[in-house]
């Protein structure tokens, strides 16, 4: 009898046995918790965010999804985490969590305990967007969004849809845990606010030591994204080289991007090659353009580029003091034996820039075919 | 016929005896010439116009030579087709309980048997279990005979072999194994006629007996035998190699051996577009999964796990069960039985009156209950999904145990989570794998896998399937 059913026990009994405990609470009795704010207040640390309001209307009529603002205070997280258990009808649960924000003074003080946390207490999302915002939590909070159903949501969806779209860097627990354990390197979180009812993307915080160090506006960021995004887009108004007056409306994105390090005469040298592929989206002002004044255009959206670059670079080396590009990681696979002797924090700050950014124009928009012989 | 019955008085008594031991049976007592001849026969089941002009016109009207023997009555006066001698007595009520007529000639060792046998059977309709679009109409009907006339009308090859046996102490019911002799492995044949003997019940009423006695195991959860109500598919099952099992008084024949892809198998795959016969097969068999774990996968998402979900689809989840007292498990569970009740009511009750099951079950189950906060609409949604996947299943025999199963997958969840779910399934897999159809693996051509058989099955297409399935171990491999 025993031996009969011995398979099917095994198969019940190990898993039960070999795993952890499981939690039985239905979705809807559970605190879902949307977004998380963490700001230092004093000498107490604040929790807020926003928890879910569970509405459902009778009668077939649409349901209601809302979120409301609380806030804890405490002196570390947990005595924090333990006031806000103390004002829920049913378990805290952060699976629905969209983003974390921090304030610039607690980004400041240092995000890396908080980070720890987020990636080593079970029930938190290791891809949870990260951000720190302009003004403290508990008032960013408290705005009301119109274009979205509340503010976590408004920050994560602003801030994916112009990841998706190379306009910002969406920066996760993981990717950020990762940069930590890398040691010599800082990272670049989304710097954000709430304004007008909307959530904007400001630019990007740079952090060093898991500390807040700079921020790199939007504006500024062009050179940033096109190191770091998967698929960095410029749009950009250029004038032709001809004639001043003429503007052209211009979007590059790139196309092959190609980092190399070395270390000469106790110098880091950086290679950055990048090849960019522009788009004439269309002209302010209809006009020929010849092959001249197109090349012409390439150099100036490379030069653009490449300035934007050494810019941001500059800014690293010089404000930031820290490498927030991560430099370090093709340097310590292509030079593992350097980089085990060298302090790269202090060297990086000497590091020497070799940026080339060959742009092509692959689209010139010009509807008109005969427009070659015009101009001829 | 012995000795004692060649005086005349001997078979008077005989036939007093018979009238005696069968209940209905005439006795047609006729003087033709200097002789005396019985008809022994049971109206109900012998088509008596046949035996009046057939047997009873000929002998009255017969003004030959004298008779001198029943083999002369037989070879020389009557008019039956279907006609042979017999010396044993014993077996008299045998022939007449079968709807035999029996002639009992005065002075003659041996008496004739004509085979006048008018059962009362359905005409040949559409089939109701095994539904297609494109496909032949003549279903199977409770006639053996007729059953056969299907098959032979679509198959007319001399090695097409129709073995008949006689199962049931008391029914004494036909039952056939149709199979190519020149294609099936006789150890299938071999295998199943030995298991027929075997068989010691008073009764066949349905293939469904003959399906459980062949079967390996007293009781079996999966169907190792397929079952076949379609003649057109029955005969594709044939041609494959595989072994038709028909019982007369059965509307089902029983296909041998059948493994789990065939299961997932229409006749419409075959039929029609070959792309179309791909997409649905996968179709399928999303149905089946979709059907054994939907409502469990609800559960474990609302109720352990719903972090597997993003965001968003969280706080919809949970706002679709605000107004819900019950915990998911019970919503679940009480679902999927109310489901299963209005399932079985609709079976059972008269046509007429079956559409106002189904009106009542749609009003309570898919407006009262989430009307009145009892279960979250969405998994009236889930149940009605996971209710109709069970209903794609070409032989419903399979979809039968999925639908226990499932509640089964259920509990587990509700009591263990993602594991339990994940134990169900494996135990649902182990159940699977380990099955064996007359000796083949349930799930061959998956397991052992092979390549071939597994490209021939999906694409379903005469012009590229060449070969028969290997794991059938047929004799003549090749189908073209």
């Known amino acids: 009898m025993i031996n009969r059913y011995k398979n099917i026990v095994i198969v019940v009994l190990l898993p039960l046995l070999l795993t952890g405990c499981w939690d039985y609470k239905d979705v809807n009795k559970r605190d879902i918790i949307i977004s998380i704010g963490v700001d230092q207040v004093d000498n107490s640390v604040e929790f807020t965010g926003e928890a879910a309001k569970l509405m459902s209307a009778k009668g077939g009529e649409s349901s209601m999804m809302a979120a409301y603002e609380y806030i804890s205070l405490g002196k570390h997280y947990e005595g924090s985490r333990a006031d806000y258990d103390a004002e829920i009808p049913g378990p805290y649960f952060a699976g629905a969590v969209r983003c974390v924000v921090f304030s610039k003074k607690f980004g400041a003080k240092g995000i890396e305990p908080y980070m720890n946390r987020l990636y080593n207490i079970v029930g938190f999302r290791n891809s949870v967007l990260i951000v720190i915002s302009e003004e403290a939590p508990r008032d960013l909070f408290r705005r009301k969004i119109q274009n979205d159903i509340c503010v976590g949501y408004a920050i994560e969806d602003t801030v994916k849809y112009l990841d998706d779209n190379g306009g910002a860097l969406y920066k996760t627990v993981q990717e950020i845990i990762s940069d930590i354990q890398f040691r010599s390197i800082g990272y670049f979180i989304p710097y954000v606010t709430v304004d007008k009812g909307t959530a904007k993307y400001l630019g990007l915080a740079a952090m060093k030591d898991s500390k807040l160090v700079g921020i790199v506006k ?28 003429k503007l052209l409306a211009i979007k590059t994105t790139l196309g092959k991007r190609r980092i190399k390090t070395s270390y000469k005469d106790k110098n880091i040298h950086i290679d950055i090659d990048l090849k960019l592929k522009s788009q004439l989206q269309y002209e302010y002002n209809i006009g020929p353009l010849s092959k001249q004044d197109i090349k012409k255009l390439e150099e100036t959206i490379s030069t653009r580029i490449k300035d934007s670059i050494l810019a941001v670079t500059k800014r690293s080396q010089k404000e930031f003091k820290s490498d927030v590009f991560g430099f370090a990681r093709y340097f310590k696979g292509e030079n593992p034996e350097v980089y085990k002797s060298m302090d790269w924090n202090k060297e990086y700050q000497n590091a020497i820039f070799h940026i080339n950014v060959d742009t092509t124009i692959v689209n010139t928009n010009l509807l008109d075919p005969n427009a070659e012989k015009q101009i001829k | 016929m012995g000795d004692n019955m060649i005086e005349e008085s001997n078979y008077i008594s005989k036939v007093e005896e018979l009238k005696n031991n069968i209940t209905g049976m005439m006795s047609r007592k006729l003087y033709i010439k200097d002789k005396v001849i019985y008809i022994l026969y049971i109206p109900q089941i012998s088509n008596r116009d046949s035996i009046s002009e057939n047997i009873i016109k000929p002998l009255l009207q017969y003004s030959g030579t004298p008779i001198i023997s029943a083999g002369l009555v037989m070879s020389s006066i009557i008019y039956v087709d279907d006609v042979f001698l017999e010396e044993d007595d014993n077996k008299i009520t045998d022939y007449i309980m079968q709807g035999k007529s029996v002639i009992l000639v005065s002075d003659s060792s041996q008496y004739i048997v004509a085979n006048t046998l008018k059962v009362e059977k359905r005409s040949i309709q559409s089939p109701e279990v095994e539904a297609a679009v494109r496909s032949p109409r003549d279903a199977f009907n409770e006639n053996l005979d007729s059953n056969l006339s299907l098959i032979r009308y679509r198959i007319k090859d001399s090695s097409l072999k129709i073995d008949y046996s006689t199962v049931g102490i008391r029914t004494k019911t036909s039952v056939v194994l149709v199979y190519l002799q020149d294609v099936a492995n006789s150890k299938y044949v071999t295998e199943i006629k030995k298991k027929l003997e075997q068989i010691k019940v008073d009764g066949i009423l ?23 109500e379609r003649s057109d598919s029955a005969c594709a099952n ?46 399928r068999f999303l149905a089946l999964i979709i059907s054994l774990t939907l409502s ?21 989840l949970a706002t679709s069960r605000v107004q819900v007292p019950i915990n998911a498990v019970t919503e679940a569970v009480m679902m999927e039985v109310i489901l299963e009740l209005l399932r079985e009511a609709n079976l059972r009750l008269p046509k007429q009156i079956s559409s106002s099951i189904s009106i009542v079950g749609t009003i309570v189950i898919g407006q009262a209950a989430v009307y009145a906060g009892i279960v979250s609409p969405l998994l009236v949604i889930i149940v009605a999904l996971s209710s109709i996947a069970s209903y794609t299943v070409a032989d419903y025999t399979f979809s039968n145990p999925i639908r226990l199963l499932k509640f089964v997958i259920l509990f587990l969840s509700g009591t263990f989570g993602m594991f339990g779910f994940v134990m169900g399934l494996n135990i649902v897999a182990i159940k699977i794998a380990s099955i064996t159809s007359f000796g083949v693996p349930f799930t061959a051509t998956i397991a052992p896998f092979n390549y071939k058989d597994i490209k021939n099955y999906i694409l379903s297409n005469v012009v590229l399937d060449e070969e028969r399935p290997s794991f059938l171990n047929t004799k003549d491999k090749k189908r073209k």
């Open chain 1, 218 to 245: 939007n504006g500024d960021s062009a050179g940033v994204l096109f190191l770091l995004s998967k698929q960095p887009t410029n749009e950009g108004v250029f004038a032709s080289s001809s004639n001043e007056k």
């Open chain 2, 206 to 228: 349905e293939s469904g007996y003959i399906q459980k006695l062949i079967s390996n195991k007293n009781a079996t959860l999966f169907p190792e035998i397929g079952i076949s």
């Open chain 2, 238 to 283: 044939i041609l494959e190699g595989r072994i038709c099992i028909l019982v007369d008084g059965s509307n089902l024949a029983l296909i041998v051996p059948k493994g789990f892809v065939a299961f997932l198998d229409a006749g419409d795959d075959h039929y029609d577009n070959d792309y179309l016969g791909i997409f649905i097969k996968f179709f």
């Open chain 2, 296 to 316: 469990s996968l609800y559960v474990i998402l609302v109720a352990y796990n719903p972090e597997f979900l993003p965001s968003q689809y969280i706080l919809v």
